[in-house]
């Protein structure tokens, strides 16, 4: 409906423009929104408002035109102007049951728009440290991400998913030194392990794995191996320092091809593992993209040039900077260390520069709120790059806090004592885990309640969603049970006689899910599907407690059946694109 007044309004300043009352130019946003009081009708626009200025004309003067511009149409009972000129519009009443008509129609297409239609979107999510399993925190992030591209392809942008593999740096170089010395345990050396190493059972089976595939190929004396090494925290050293000697001792003793081995060997176990995990839970992604891969093609020393050439760069105390802080940023950054290696950040300003490269009209990069410092440097690069930085926008997750009765479950890689996403998923299942991720605003904190998300009970929101879908399946299997036939059209023909209160709410619901749908995607809040998607089953089983649907007279049973097979059709509709299954029963 409001897609026709869109259109009748559009209509309207057509006419204006040919009889010269507005200047042909004026191409305003229409905004039609739902009425907040039934007293001011169905629906309202403010468009005379917004136009007034433009066409130098009194508000309330310029509604009147627009109104008396409008096309008549039968789904429109009457038109008012009230306070300063905002537009009402009061439907039709037999015009609210062409949703049910429009729902059966369209089927799995119902609510989809082509608001994006031309719009090439990145969203980068994810992209965790490839240094171990993904844990219950990088879950949120995943099925914020997955949700945010799926809708923003219902919505009608072309949507490319990218994770962003960061598989060079020092965290990296502390994942294949910390699978070469459990190595090397499994040769039978005997090898302090370092404090700062990755101590998770998932590093023994690498080594285990190695080991088994290469033997003795890689081994080395632990003797050699220690030599010389500076003591670490336990011994009243720096676990740092300690960590860094042992990294270039890995390098030294098995030259480049041996070292790139056990690196590769731990990156491809761990990001294969990855990979299995974020597809059983229902995220696939068009491009990984590896970071490493922006050394070796130049792309880093090219988005240097280019800083450079702008003269953003300088040097200072043997280091390279970015003269962020001139952009915006609260200080400058270092790019490139004295030693002559490049930041982490320069890898960013390389792969920023790469997606600007890539030509999309807008970068969505989706990080944890514990990045939230980051994001004034990127712009700064954007800047510095040439580029719109408004092209970028960044959305901040919130990790999810796990609990286990009152007792909160600590979390760290490099420990190996985490809970990760595939035991969550075992546990509460991939429904449940993504509905729970996406049920607040991704920014706001969240407690992940495992009792509840177990749970088969009304308490539990994605339960009490798949129990409508499923309800109304029940119902359909009751009439063959029974059996009876349905008569579509003739459900159709007698949608009229759907007159309780019950029946008017869930009509007026089913045709908000457009609108929803595309206001999610649109402002990146799946959320708001998952809140609508638990009004409408609450509507629906307050409906099923109140009304038989399988009633004698089979005129309003089939309008009724018509009716709870556009609720399931619109669950089901929403559920698909949360990635969230449909159960016809349970």
Not at 19 to 35: G, S, T, V
């Amino acid at each position: 409906m409001k897609q026709k007044l869109e259109g009748l309004l559009e209509q309207a300043l057509e006419v204006l423009k040919s009889d010269n009352l507005i200047d042909k130019e004026i191409a305003p946003n229409i905004i039609i929104e739902r009425a907040r009081d039934a007293q001011h009708g169905d629906f309202a626009s403010n468009l005379a408002l917004m136009l007034a200025k433009a066409a130098k004309s009194n508000p309330r003067q310029l509604a009147e035109k627009i109104v008396a511009a409008i096309p008549s149409d039968p789904a429109i009972n009457k038109i008012e102007i009230a306070g300063p000129g905002f537009i009402n519009f009061f439907i039709n009443a037999d015009a609210q049951f062409e949703i049910v008509k429009q729902i059966h129609e369209a089927g799995r297409e119902f609510g989809l728009s082509k608001a994006g239609s031309g719009k090439k979107v990145q969203v980068e999510f994810v992209s965790a440290n490839p240094t171990g399993p993904l844990h219950v925190g990088h879950g949120r992030g995943a099925a914020y991400g997955s949700a945010v591209a799926d809708l923003l392809e219902a919505a009608g942008f072309e949507v490319a998913r990218e994770y962003y593999v960061n598989d060079a740096g020092r965290q990296m170089d502390i994942l294949a030194t910390s699978i070469w010395l459990r190595y090397l345990e499994e040769c039978g050396e005997i090898v302090p392990f370092p404090s700062n190493g990755y101590r998770g059972e998932y590093i023994r089976e690498i080594a285990f794995n190695l080991h088994k595939s290469s033997e003795n190929e890689y081994r080395h004396p632990a003797e050699l191996v220690m030599e010389d090494i500076p003591p670490d925290e336990a011994q009243g050293g720096d676990k740092e320092k300690h960590i860094d000697a042992l990294i270039e001792r890995a390098k030294t003793l098995l030259g480049p091809t041996q070292y790139r081995d056990v690196f590769q060997a731990g990156l491809n176990e761990i990001l294969d593992d990855i990979k299995d995990d974020l597809e059983e839970f229902g995220v696939t992604y068009q491009h990984w993209f590896s970071e490493r891969l922006l050394m070796e093609d130049g792309s880093i020393k090219e988005a240097l040039q280019r800083l450079q050439d702008g003269g953003h760069l300088y040097k200072k105390d043997g280091a390279v900077w970015f003269a962020s802080s001139k952009l915006g940023d609260e200080k400058d950054r270092v790019v490139v260390r004295d030693n002559g290696q490049t930041t982490y950040f320069a890898s960013d300003i390389a792969y920023h520069m790469n997606k600007l490269d890539r030509g999309f009209d807008e970068i969505i990069n989706i990080w944890g709120a514990d990045h939230h410092g980051y994001i004034p440097r990127v712009r700064a690069a954007m800047q510095a790059l040439g580029a719109d930085e408004s092209k970028l926008k960044v959305l901040l997750v919130q990790f999810a806090v796990l609990y286990r009765g009152e007792e909160k479950v600590q979390m760290s890689t490099r420990s190996g004592e985490f809970i990760t996403l595939r035991q969550l998923r075992n546990e509460v299942g991939k429904d449940a885990a993504r509905f729970f991720y996406v049920m607040r605003k991704s920014e706001q904190h969240m407690d992940f309640d495992l009792k509840l998300a177990t749970s088969r009970t009304n308490e539990n929101p994605v339960y009490y969603v798949q129990y409508a879908h499923a309800r109304v399946c029940s119902v359909f299997r009751q009439l063959d049970e029974k059996g009876w036939n349905r008569n579509h059209l003739l459900g159709m023909e007698n949608l009229w006689q759907l007159t309780e209160e019950h029946e008017s709410a869930l009509i007026t619901t089913l045709s908000k899910y457009p609108e929803i749908l595309e206001r999610s995607a649109i402002q990146h809040e799946p959320h708001q599907l998952t809140h609508y998607l638990r009004e409408l089953a609450n509507q629906f089983h307050t409906y099923y407690n109140a009304h038989q649907f399988l009633v004698e007279e089979a005129a309003l049973r089939d309008a009724r059946l018509n009716l709870i097979d556009a609720v399931r059709q619109v669950l089901a509709n929403g559920l698909h694109l949360l990635k969230i299954t449909a159960p016809e029963a349970m």
